[in-house]
């Protein structure tokens, strides 16, 4: 089992910047890939970002591209995505979530946090 826990969430405005964390606990999460994904009202959830499981390997949507960076710290079980000129279409919730797999699907995620809100004023 692993228990993933985000934070850093908040209002922020156009052009600004945020960072999001993710707490893991539980075993082993150094052998998992991670990954960012974010779901807006009406929306379903997409995929933004992941990770493998040394960081040496990171995949983002076209959305996120040149924005957003995916980063991760074993020692600290914490893995981490940093979002710069963010945008209104940017707002939603941002769950982290573990797989086994490198993928952006997100049925192939086994475990999730309870997400963070970002909200983007114009």
């Known amino acids: 089992q692993v228990q993933l826990v985000e934070s850093g969430g908040g209002l922020v405005q156009a052009g600004g910047s945020l960072r999001l964390s993710c707490a893991a606990s539980g075993r082993s999460f150094s052998s998992y890939f991670m990954g960012w994904f974010r779901q807006a009202p009406g929306k379903e959830r997409e995929f933004v970002a992941t990770i493998s499981w040394s960081g040496g390997s990171t995949y983002y949507a076209d959305s996120a591209k040149g924005r957003f960076t995916i980063s991760r710290d074993n020692a600290k079980n914490t893995v981490y995505l940093q979002m710069n000129s963010l945008k209104p279409e940017d707002a939603a919730v941002y769950y982290c979530?573990?797989?086994?797999?490198?993928?952006?699907?997100?049925?192939?995620?086994?475990?999730w946090g309870q997400g963070t809100q970002v909200t983007v004023s114009s």
């Open positions: 979530a573990a797989s086994q797999d490198q993928t952006i699907y997100a049925f192939a995620y086994n475990y």
